[in-house]
DNA sequence: CTGAAAGCGCTTACAG
DNA sequence: CTGAAAGCGCTTACAG
């Protein structure tokens, strides 16, 4: 059997509550009565059953998690992780408040950063956009001593405990290598269409991306990026413009969540076809367009696991206890027809 | 406040102990008592605490796991996650117990199985070589109640109750993709390495990739299957000869653990290079290799997924508690070099 | 600075 | 067929 309070108090000659006060570092206890205590705990090897505490603590973990509002399908995707994950967290006494700022909006995720009460909120989980305001309103929270956790979406460092998301850089070099080596030594022009270059990830894809292309693969040139600002019509317009102007098109890249217009234009002439295609983003659409041979390749990033590991990482935080590092890495999964999930 | 034992029992007009037998449908109620039992729990939408449960009933986890012994890399691995889970695991009043069988003997594994005390292990995971008498003694496991859960090598449907592993055809079917895309359209031979075409999951990835190749790319042709042994000298001299012999190899799928015998061939020659070569599992001399260039693509299950899937599933069962599908789904990941972990 | 007692939400003998 | 009481491993007022 393994060891309890009452051991460790039988051993140290001291009463539970004093067991207690030391495993909990609370003050007020003779330093040498902690010596004491400390070395019944090594003696007899004791470990603290965190379940048992948090039963008795009563414990509950309020968890916020601020999301963009439902725009792109990547995004839906997320919410309806975070759906389901709400349900389960409740069977563990975790409550996962959601709330949806407007996209890309610094401000308005300030105000929500702004007017969360440090005394009801255990943790918090936000997809970022980053400014100054944003940081200030991190720097209270952290100072309050409640973990936060950025989501897909990051700040920089000292800002937040951890974050939970690909690598970005690396997944625009992954893009890269992919239609580089599907496109076969083909000589030619790639297309980028992203949402917007004043949004972080896709930046950071986009000049990963041409600068491994640059660098392996100097048969290919890349195209200016088109903005389509995550809007099927807007990107449906501008592609077609780019694909009926340029006629040597043998890749595109679809950086961001524009995934329906891009679809929409490749599937419009036949001699689209032959363009090599990697995308964003496993949804409903881009598997279809995978089986129908209009992209060649997904990377993705798992928003279930996502949710899961920002849930862990911040009840780690808030008990103080280990995580699994490679439990929580995000990987940049790619996805071709044939190992769709 | 989320309603307790005590709710129920007030409202249904009943002791502790009533609730309790309803709650764990122990007989010897009355139906009449049940109905109003039932009618408070729902009314009041109460769900049961499963830890404040499992505190009372100090219930405790022995989880059994069976795997070869230490013989290619990826086992190795598995063998790794099981110790770091074996740790964690503790914290939740969960015993891993691992035990090691001969690689592949189908008899061994049949006697580990034979030789479970029923009344100490409460499930049971295994790395499933298929025999009857490996058939027999699942069936008297699941016959005692005792959930089982096959790991990376599976049994027919009716043996256990999940298996924990990735898709070995759609596996055969991706490497057959990515050969045929990256060799670009050319023309030529595909060799294929494995361990041995007796390991059911070798066989069907070999399958798998030599039906896809057939269908999807016509310009290329699979040379026979050597077979390795999972080790390296056999590996290297097979390997060696076949290259030597060949002349017109474009591509090459390293189907099983043998992949240090080929990475040994493979930088024998610097024409070797010009292979496209396809190979499993990712582990520290498959890292090494695809940064060198020297493989273009690693198809990965990732075994701390696979081990920590096992436990989660194995108590589900245990509790008669829901799993969330999509976590337990063991993806097949693509690894190039530009993504890795 | 320390301890005795009650309680967290369940389950388990035991008694009736 | 049903209930009162004790206990699982912790923590928390309260008293001293």
Redesign the pocket.
């Known amino acids: 059997?393994?060891?309890?309070?009452?051991?460790?108090?039988g051993e140290a000659?001291?009463?539970?509550?004093?067991?207690?006060?030391v495993?909990?570092r609370?003050?007020?206890?003779?330093?040498?009565?902690?010596a004491r205590v400390n070395a019944a705990i090594m003696k007899l090897g004791?470990?603290?059953?965190?379940s048992?505490?948090?039963?008795?603590?009563?414990?509950v973990y309020n968890l916020l998690f601020i999301v963009p509002e439902g725009s792109n399908s990547f995004m839906l995707g997320l919410e309806k992780e975070l759906g389901q994950a709400k349900l389960h967290a409740l069977l563990d006494r975790t409550h996962l408040d959601i709330r949806k700022v407007k996209t890309f909006d610094a401000d308005a995720l300030a105000t929500a950063l702004e007017n969360i009460d440090v005394a009801q909120v255990s943790g918090v989980a936000l997809v970022a956009t980053e400014s100054q305001r944003v940081r200030q309103a991190l720097t209270r929270l952290r100072e309050a001593g409640i973990p936060v956790v950025t989501l897909v979406s990051d700040v920089s460092d000292p800002y937040r405990d951890h974050y939970v998301g690909i690598d970005n850089i690396a997944a625009g070099r992954t893009a890269a290598s992919l239609i580089g080596r599907f496109s076969g030594r083909r000589f030619g022009k790639v297309a980028l269409v992203a949402g917007s270059m004043l949004v972080k990830d896709h930046a950071e894809r986009r000049a990963a991306f041409e600068q491994a292309i640059g660098e392996e693969f100097p048969g290919l040139e890349c195209l200016p990026v088109l903005e389509g600002r995550d809007d099927a019509a807007v990107t449906r317009a501008l592609l077609a413009e780019l694909l009926d102007r340029e006629r040597d098109i043998v890749g595109l890249y679809s950086i961001g969540a524009g995934n329906r217009g891009v679809i929409d234009v490749l599937t419009s002439k036949a001699e689209y076809r032959e363009i090599t295609v990697v995308a964003h983003e496993l949804t409903e659409h881009s598997k279809q367009a995978l089986r129908d041979g209009v992209f060649d390749a997904v990377i993705n990033q798992d928003a279930g696991h996502e949710v899961r590991s920002a849930i862990r990482l911040l009840k780690a935080r808030i008990d103080d206890t280990p995580v699994i590092a490679n439990q929580e890495a995000i990987r940049i999964e790619i996805y071709v027809r044939d190992n769709l999930p």
Chains 1, 2 share one sequence.
């Open positions: 059997m393994r060891p309890t309070v009452h051991d460790v108090a000659g001291v009463s539970l509550a004093t067991v207690d006060r495993l909990n609370r003050s007020g206890v003779r330093a040498e009565t902690v004791y470990v603290r059953d965190i048992a505490a948090n039963l008795a603590k009563q414990r």
